[in-house]
């Protein structure tokens, strides 16, 4: 990535000196022992000062952790179930039972792929409405068996095609943010990569929503925001910005409920630590959520998204004293 280009040419130093040390069998193990110390000292600095651009970077990353990852890292006894019983099934998201430290769920998640024929049978995880009118279908075998829902988003959005939207994309979106609204379990969702628009927000509806700490949460992606409001699509970075799209900024609006940390340099460096992450944060939460009466527990989901964004009514000081002076004259007529 762009903004680790320092942290490049340190692995390049510390490749070289590593090859000559085994080539002309000297001991270099004190120098390159001072040019990793330098990479851990540099990586914290870098990523302690990313940009909400940086952070779209970090959570396209080819290599991040996807879905499946997550599910194979940390469930048992995984049964994927397929099809919405309407129209087909849809790969860019999948689903189904499972256990997670003993405890039952229903895991409903985006899955971009990982090689380009995967992603390309996937959809690169955007879902048609098939893909949501399944996950839906799932939700209601959760509710029907008493069993908590964990979803896990990653997808730049819905996909946007002619056909899909002739097979109900708006419909099949609409519904689930209502149907999620009154599912008499928990539900637990975590943007784990990109969280984008109403593609993630119809598997996004829970009682505690997490990010990962380098995902990325928004009502359209950079890209969309620039060419929408800068006529320029190449202003992306600047919307990115604009958009306050990262974990840590959603957290200080209210957005989210809390940020999964990441091991140092993102998800990608070390994926067994993200899985373990996200399943403390997961199990926390289910323990925490289990103890509340169900029907305080869908009044507090209503309240949770009902609240979420306020703005400002600025008033015009003279647009005021004009109406006032109007009302007084009528008074006096």
């Known amino acids: 990535m762009d903004f680790e280009k320092e942290l490049l040419e340190i692995e390049e130093k510390i490749k070289e000196l590593e090859e000559f040390a085994k080539n002309k069998e000297v001991d270099l193990t004190e120098e390159i022992e001072k040019q990793k110390e330098l990479y851990r000292e540099k990586i914290k600095e870098i990523y302690s000062n990313l940009t909400d651009w940086d952070k779209v970077s970090i959570a396209r990353h080819p290599n991040r952790p996807n879905t499946l990852d997550y599910i194979r890292g940390i469930t048992e006894d995984f049964v994927e179930l397929h099809g919405d019983r309407l129209y087909g099934d849809d790969p860019a998201i999948i689903g189904g039972l499972c ?39 799932l939700m209601r075998i959760a509710q029907r068996f008493n069993i908590p829902i964990l979803t896990l988003v ?19 979106i609409a519904r689930n943010l209502m149907k999620m609204m009154g599912f008499r379990v928990p539900i637990i969702s975590v943007i784990i990569g990109e969280g984008g628009s109403g593609g993630a927000l119809a598997l996004a509806v ?31 970075e600047k919307a990115a910005n604009n958009l306050k799209i990262s974990a840590q ?23 067994l630590c993200a899985q373990i992450n996200l ?55």
């Open 99 to 137: 256990k997670i430290e003993g405890q039952k769920f229903v895991v409903i998640g985006h899955q971009k792929g990982k090689d380009i024929n995967e992603k390309i049978r996937r959809n690169f995880g955007m879902a048609n409405p098939e893909g949501y009118r399944k996950a839906l279908r």
């Open 206 to 236: 829970a009682d505690k929503v997490f990010m990962l700490e380098h995902s990325i949460y928004s009502v359209i992606s950079p890209e969309g925001c620039a060419a929408i409001l800068f006529k320029n699509g190449a202003l992306a």
């Open 249 to 271: 900024n959603l957290k200080k609006l209210g957005i989210i409920d809390d940020i999964i940390p990441e091991p140092l340099g993102g998800a990608h460096r070390d994926i």
């Open 279 to 333: 399943k403390n944060a997961v199990i926390s939460s289910i323990s925490e959520l289990k103890k509340i009466n169900i029907d305080t527990l869908l009044k507090n989901r209503y309240n949770k998204f009902r609240k979420i964004g306020f703005f400002l009514e600025e008033v015009d000081e003279e647009i005021t004293e004009k109406t006032s002076q109007i009302e007084n004259n009528e008074e006096k007529n």
């Open 154 to 172: 990653d997808t730049a959005g819905a996909f946007p095609g002619i056909e899909a939207e002739e097979r109900g994309q708006g419909e099949a």
